[in-house]
T-cell receptor, first 113, second 113 residues
C-alpha cells in the first residue's frame, strides 16, 4: 500500500519534555509538510521541505524542529519551548514542485499532561 | 489571518438534500482546493479548481470559483450519511518553493438519515 504513515496515533507528554512525531511516505514524493490543527480551526503550517536536507519555516515554527535526512522521512520534534503543544498534528506530502495536491497522513494527537 | 474562510461554520441537513458550502479568500491565487476530514482523521483531497476555471464537477461534487468576488462554493448533491465530515477550502499561493496551501477553519457537515 502506498501512502503516508504517522506514529504514534496518540502521544502524551509531560511539560518540559521534547517529543518526536514520525512521518513516513512511500509515494516517492519530493515535498513534505507538517501542520498543526486546533479544535474548530483550520490547519496551520509548521515546517515544510521541498527536497532532502532542506526545509523552511512555516507560519508557526517557533518551538518546533524538523529534519529531512531521507526522502521518505520528515520527523517533527515538539520542544519544551512550544508553550501550547496540545493539538492534532498532520503530515502531508506532495509529488513535485508543479504538483498541487497534498496527501495527508492520519495524524498524531499530542496531549501535554 | 486566514486566507480561506468557510461559511457556514456548521450545516445540518437530511439525507438526499443538497449541501452548499462557501469559501472566501483575500489575495490572488493559483488554485483553490477542497478537502474533507472525517473526525480525528487526516484530510482527503476532493477537487481542485484553477484560477482560470469557473466550474468543475466530480461525481456528486460541483465547485465554482469567482475570482472577481474572491469566493468559491462546494455543492454536494443528493447527500448521504457518509458525507458527514468537515470540509475545508485551501487556497494555493505561489511561493519561492512551490505553492503554499492556506486552509480555512472548515464547515462541519452533518447529514441525518
Amino acid at each position: 500500500d502506498g501512502g503516508i504513515t504517522q506514529s504514534p496515533k496518540y502521544l502524551f507528554r509531560k511539560e518540559g519534555q521534547n517529543v518526536t512525531l514520525s512521518c513516513e511516505q512511500n509515494l516517492n514524493h519530493d515535498a513534505m509538510y507538517w501542520y498543526r490543527q486546533d479544535p474548530g480551526q483550520g490547519l496551520r503550517l509548521i515546517y515544510y521541505s521541498q527536497i532532502v536536507n532542506d526545509f523552511q519555516k512555516g507560519d508557526i515554527a517557533e518551538g518546533y524542529s524538523v529534519s529531512r535526512e531521507k526522502k521518505e522521512s520528515f520527523p517533527l520534534t515538539v520542544t519544551s519551548a512550544q508553550k501550547n503543544p496540545t493539538a492534532f498534528y498532520l503530515c502531508a506530502s506532495r509529488q513535485g514542485a508543479k504538483a498541487d495536491t497534498q496527501y495527508f497522513g492520519p495524524g498524531t494527537r499530542l496531549t501535554v499532561l | 489571518s486566514q486566507q480561506g474562510e468557510e461559511d457556514p461554520q456548521a450545516l445540518s441537513i437530511q439525507e438526499g438534500e443538497n449541501a452548499t458550502m462557501n469559501c472566501s479568500y483575500k489575495t490572488s491565487i493559483n488554485n483553490l482546493q477542497w478537502y474533507r476530514q472525517n473526525s480525528g482523521r487526516g484530510l482527503v483531497h476532493l477537487i481542485l479548481i484553477r484560477s482560470n476555471e469557473r466550474e468543475k464537477h466530480s461525481g456528486r461534487l460541483r465547485v465554482t470559483l469567482d475570482t472577481s468576488k474572491k469566493s468559491s462554493s462546494l455543492l454536494i448533491t443528493a447527500s448521504r450519511a457518509a458525507d458527514t465530515a468537515s470540509y475545508f477550502c485551501a487556497v494555493a499561493l505561489r511561493m519561492e518553493y512551490g505553492n503554499k496551501l492556506v486552509f480555512g477553519a472548515g464547515t462541519i457537515l452533518r447529514v441525518k438519515s
